[in-house]
């Protein structure tokens, strides 16, 4: 500013040494060019928002949205890719990061498309500084492909359930040695009265005490070596605790995702005595 300084016109400058300042914001530069550098390579989608506006996505997430270019996104609401069903369950699940300062893990969401069209997605977000300012980080993963595919295993095991609970072959699933599955012609075999009085149960709770030890080597083998149990003569338990005679066989299957056996077995009690009385 001018002034006069011994009667003369003259200016006071005031100097503020920034280096500091200048060396924090290149250093702030370089790790935003260096985040830019990874995430623009990443396989996963991944968009930063500053005050619920896009600022920054990679390649993946404009293939996710079928966006053409950047310019196609840049400036968006983070809404306008959720869809309308989600907005409000997303909009507070953003709130109580910012109040916890804590991450949001992955979370199932729908989200949209540029073309309007809705997917389903994970997504998982964290906060970050951008150009200075507070900023949201989201990851966003398609998993349309793994809801195809769980809705066939569905479908799958819908049918096979139709298909086995016709059977007159008794039969049942286990799962981590316990029943999840059993159809009409088991629980008949138990002398169950209904579904509830067997899943859950043990598997051993219907096989004899004899017989325990050389039933779980098979299992283990059969899990071990991915052969079914070929059809092989056990003593068994019903729900009252009286032992029978049945010819089992056993083969692997998945069941909700995971590895489990499917048991058909066969009473011969009646055929043990007539063995028996020749």
């Known amino acids: 500013a001018?002034?006069?300084?011994?009667?003369?016109?003259?200016?006071?400058?005031?100097?503020?040494?920034?280096?500091?300042?200048?060396?924090?914001?290149?250093?702030?530069?370089?790790?935003?060019?260096?985040?830019?550098?990874?995430?623009?390579?990443?396989?996963?989608?991944?968009i930063v928002y500053v005050d619920r506006r896009l600022v920054f996505a990679n390649q993946a997430f404009l293939d996710q949205v079928g966006a053409s270019s950047l310019d196609k996104v840049l400036g968006k609401l983070s809404e306008d890719f959720i869809h309308l069903g989600d907005r409000e369950a997303s909009q507070a699940r953003r709130e109580e990061m910012l109040i916890s300062n804590q991450p949001i893990g992955l979370t199932e969401i729908r989200r949209l498309r540029l073309d309007g069209t809705e997917y389903p997605a994970e997504v998982a977000a964290t906060q970050l500084l951008w150009n200075g300012k507070p900023a949201i980080q989201l990851v966003?993963?398609?998993?349309?492909?793994?809801?195809?595919?769980?809705?066939?295993?569905?479908?799958?095991e819908a049918r096979y359930r139709r298909v086995v609970t016709l059977s007159p072959d008794a039969t049942f699933i286990q799962l981590d040695y316990k029943l999840v599955f059993a159809n009409d012609a088991f629980l008949r075999q138990v002398g169950a009265g209904s579904l509830d009085e067997v899943i859950g149960k043990s598997l051993y709770d219907f096989i004899h005490p004899d017989e325990r030890e050389k039933v779980s080597a098979r299992r283990k083998n059969m899990f071990a070596s991915d052969e079914p149990i070929a059809p092989v003569e056990v003593k068994r338990l019903r729900l009252d605790g009286s032992e029978y005679y049945a010819e089992i066989a056993a083969a692997r299957l998945t069941w909700d995702g995971k590895p489990?056996?499917?048991?058909?077995?066969?009473?011969?009690?009646?055929r043990k005595r007539v063995e028996d009385k020749l």
């Open 2 to 46: 001018r002034l006069t300084w011994e009667g003369k016109p003259a200016a006071q400058v005031v100097c503020r040494d920034i280096t500091d300042r200048k060396r924090v914001e290149d250093k702030l530069r370089e790790s935003e060019q260096r985040y830019r550098g990874v995430v623009d390579m990443s396989p996963e989608a991944a």
């Open 140 to 156: 966003c993963r398609d998993i349309t492909d793994r809801h195809i595919a769980e809705e066939k295993l569905l479908e799958s």
């Open 260 to 270: 489990a056996a499917q048991v058909v077995c066969r009473d011969i009690t009646d």
